[in-house]
């Protein structure tokens, strides 16, 4: 063989060590487009948080209309509340986004290195060879055919040579967007972490201002007395609804079973929260400064925060799973005829009505909606159609000071 193969023999061989470096790119688990369609579903919120604006800007100061503002203020924040965990979500997406790149990058930049090696060893390899310059392997061809033959070799060295350039250039190209990319998502994350900050201060002033709407109301008595006779109507009218619920669901249950309605167990319950902090408990009390009713038909449970999970105090039948003046979001737990237990001023809630919920399960997430001048639960147990002190079952309290 002569030098001339062996010098294109090699070089294939080269090549083909090359490409085989040349990895597919990985799939790539985040893209742009996940995060764009997050920026998506954060263009609704700013819709539905701008709705909710022009509707507060309805309202007058009228005290009447305090309970009504409170209700949209509450769901302004439940929309803040929602934005906040988009732009977290945006957040953690730029993340995996930055590291993937830089994998990416690292890849590609080692995949230079190579190619660059692969290249300084072809321009060494003809030095080495004196074949430096392609037409002075021509021009020592001793006969026509020997010309032919030397042309061959010289054409796959060509073919290899520039295969080596435009891959060593694609690489190069591939790392300078790779660059461009990570710069502008590193960019963007600092751009989305900034606005998250704003978002958590303006969910803070706007709980504040929730809760000092309620507490304003109650510094006036005969402002609030309209609003607490209109309170303790809607609670009676809502206590109403939940004992017929909770018969006729019983009665239902029991057609269904075949059998006559039977009295379900008594007790039975857990604390619907971790805390064990009462602030409140049941019956007569001065109404701290909210306007909360003064014959107080259930407990209050703090040091909840906006954050703690709310647990079905026991087994049974969502009847109810919704909104009212009274007590913000709340759930109405079915456990049997007449009895129920029922959880207000939730942020948000997890379940909806006609459920079966079991006893530990996540109902909803504790706040200040509704009646509430600060985050709390509001929990009450209802037996036989009556609402009873929840601290006969619930022990192991502690009492606010
Ligand atoms: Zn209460």
């Not at 920026?39 to 800007?57: C, F, I, N």
């Not at 006609?354 to 037996?383: K, M, R, W």
Request: hydrophobic share 40%; charged share 25%; proline share 2%.
């Amino acid at each position: 063989m002569r030098p001339m193969k062996r010098i294109a023999a090699a070089l294939m061989a080269l090549a083909v060590i090359c490409t085989a470096v040349l990895l597919p790119q990985p799939v790539s688990a985040v893209t742009q487009s996940d995060i764009d369609a997050l920026k998506g579903d954060a263009s609704d919120l700013t819709s539905q948080k701008k709705a909710l604006e022009a509707k507060l800007a309805s309202l007058s100061d009228d005290k009447a209309e305090v309970m009504k503002k409170k209700e949209l203020l509450d769901q302004q924040i439940a929309v803040q509340v929602k934005e906040i965990s988009n732009v977290e979500s945006q957040i953690s997406t730029y993340a995996d986004l930055i590291s993937q790149t830089q994998a990416e990058l690292a890849d590609a930049q080692a995949r230079e290195a190579a190619q660059y090696e692969l290249f300084c060893r072809r321009v060494r390899a003809m030095e080495e060879e004196g074949t430096v310059s392609y037409w002075s392997v021509l021009f020592k061809a001793d006969n026509f055919t020997d010309l032919l033959d030397r042309l061959d070799a010289v054409n796959e060295i060509m073919d290899a040579d520039q295969a080596v350039i435009d891959q060593l250039k694609a690489l190069q190209n591939e790392i300078s967007e790779k660059e461009a990319s990570l710069k502008s998502s590193k960019a963007d994350a600092e751009a989305a972490k900034t606005d998250l900050e704003s978002k958590k201060s303006a969910l803070d002033s706007q709980r504040k201002q929730a809760n000092q709407l309620i507490q304003q109301l109650g510094a006036n008595e005969d402002e609030t007395e309209a609003a607490i006779d209109g309170l303790a109507e809607e609670e009676e009218a809502i206590q109403k609804r939940i004992q017929e619920m909770s018969r006729k669901l019983a009665e239902e249950q029991a057609a269904a079973n075949g059998g006559q309605v039977s009295n379900a167990a008594l007790g039975g319950y857990i604390w619907p929260v971790d805390s064990h902090y009462v602030t409140s408990t049941f019956g007569g009390r001065a109404s701290p400064g909210g306007i909360g009713s003064t014959n107080h038909k259930g407990v209050d449970i703090g040091r909840v925060g906006y954050t703690t999970t709310v647990h079905a105090a026991k087994a049974g039948t969502i009847i109810v799973a919704q909104r009212s003046s009274s007590y913000g979001n709340y759930v109405v737990i079915s456990h049997g005829s007449g009895n129920t237990t029922l959880y207000g001023h939730m942020s948000s809630l997890k379940v909806s009505a006609g459920t079966y919920v079991n006893q530990g399960d996540a109902i909803g997430i504790t706040g200040s909606t509704g009646n509430s001048t600060g985050p709390h639960l509001h929990f009450e147990i209802s037996e036989n159609g009556v609402r009873i002190n929840p601290l006969k079952y619930l022990t192991g309290y502690t009492l606010a000071g």
